[in-house]
Every structure is written in C-alpha cells, then in structure tokens.
C-alpha cells in the first residue's frame, strides 16, 4: 500500500515488525531508558503519537515515546496551531473522541486552547502511565532493518551520542513519515499519484495576536449589520 508524504502536513504511518535486544542509555530522556526493549516504540511526539503511545501502555504494552524536541504536542503545541475546527459535528454534537476527548478536555473542551496548558496536558496523559517512557530531544537518524524486509530497531541520536532501540511494534507519529520512509516504504510526493508531483498541499500560516478581547469578538456577529458601523 502507499502513502502520500505533503510537506506540510501531518502524517501518521502504523509499521508493525518484529523482535528485540540492546540499548544506549541517555541522559537526555525524561526519564531513564533502562530497559533493552520495548513491546511498542512510538516515533514523534505529535497528538497522533501521544495518543498511540499512551493508547499501548493502556493495553498493557512496554512503550517508549521518542520526541526530538523538549515536549510533546507537535504542531499543536510548538507550532501553536491552537485551533481545533472540527470540535462539533453535525447538529452540534461533539466529534472528538477517545484519547484525544480526554485530552480536549484538560485544556477546556473549546475550538481554541491555551498553548502551554496543551504542553501539560500531553505530558500528564503520558505519564500518567507506568509502562510508557519518555525520550525528549532526540532524533531518529535511521531505520534497522533484519535483511531487507523487517524493521527490528531505531537508531536514535541525543547530546551528540547515537544508540540503537529495539522493539516489536513501531508506530511512525513523525510530521512527515520520516520513518516509514527510512525503512523503504513506498510513498507518494504530492500529487505525484494523479500525475501532479509538483501539486503540494498548502501550508498554514499562524499568526501571534496579543491583547484581544475574545468575548467581544465572540459577542460581535450577534449585532445587527447597522450597529456594527457605529
């Protein structure tokens, strides 16, 4: 099966392989890596990797959460994309659910959140968990492979040190597949599936707004056309 890789867009790409054994402490982790291998490893900490992550430990798996940067949220968070617009579905009724649900709900249950509140709040949902570890700033350098089919590890880098990590399952949560794509899985860029590879998916732009009374521009499309022009 293939995939499409945008560039900017956020991928989730589930790769499920086999088996286990060595591995590099670092002292980079929020806490220590001292097991040798996990049952499930989880590459990136966007929401998709949060909710995997924590979704495994639940289900009674070893779970590692390897993120390059120094928390979790991903685009959400270090990328202040702090609007969510598919809150309501149809008739108002609510469209979030499972993991996420959870989540929405520490920060306020809104279409808009508090960006540093969502920082927290994927935080204590991964470490509310006893089986899942968490490995902050470092970065995925490489896929290992058993031959040339199976993944069977990651090669990690952190404080200029590189370890290898082993695991059962991997489940790729990177913005852009980085993993998947490092263990050979086919892919597509862009539109290059309909013949369109120069066709990429638009960007979002976020701007930073300070000093803006909310419940005034909440309360302003209920007036009357006339009385907004006074």
Same mark, same amino acid.
């Given at each position: 099966m293939k995939f499409k890789v945008g560039l900017a867009g956020a991928a989730l790409a589930a790769i499920i392989f086999g088996i286990a054994w060595l591995f590099e402490t670092s002292s980079a982790s929020k806490a220590p890596l001292s097991k040798e291998s996990y049952d499930v490893i989880v590459i990136g900490g966007e929401p998709e990797g949060v909710?995997?992550?924590?979704?495994?430990?639940?289900?009674?798996?070893?779970?590692? $959460?390897?993120?390059?940067?120094?928390? $979790?949220?991903g685009l959400m968070t270090f990328g202040k994309l702090n609007f969510i617009d598919m809150v309501q579905g149809i008739g108002g009724h609510n469209a979030i659910g499972g993991i996420f649900k959870e989540w929405h709900e520490m920060v306020g249950a809104d279409s808009a959140f508090e960006i540093e509140r969502a920082k927290s709040a994927f935080l204590?949902?991964?470490?509310?968990?006893?089986? $899942?570890?968490?490995?902050?700033n470092t970065e995925l350098k490489n896929a290992v492979k058993d031959g040339n089919s199976t993944v069977i590890g990651a090669v990690l880098t952190t404080q200029g040190k590189e370890f290898t990590v082993y695991g059962s399952r991997f489940i790729d949560a990177t913005q852009d597949a980085t993993f998947a794509t490092d263990a050979g899985a086919p892919y597509y860029l862009g539109g290059e599936d309909i013949n369109l590879k120069d066709r990429l998916?638009?960007?979002?732009?976020?701007?930073?707004?300070?000093?803006?009374?909310?419940?005034?521009?909440?309360?302003?499309p209920k007036k009357k056309p006339s009385a907004l022009l006074k």
């Open positions: 909710a995997a992550a924590v979704s495994a430990a639940r289900n009674g798996a070893e779970v590692l $959460l390897v993120e390059e940067r120094s928390g $979790l949220g204590e949902l991964a470490e509310k968990e006893p089986t $899942l570890t968490l490995s902050f998916m638009a960007v979002t732009p976020v701007i930073h707004l300070t000093g803006v009374d909310w419940e005034g521009v909440k309360e302003r």
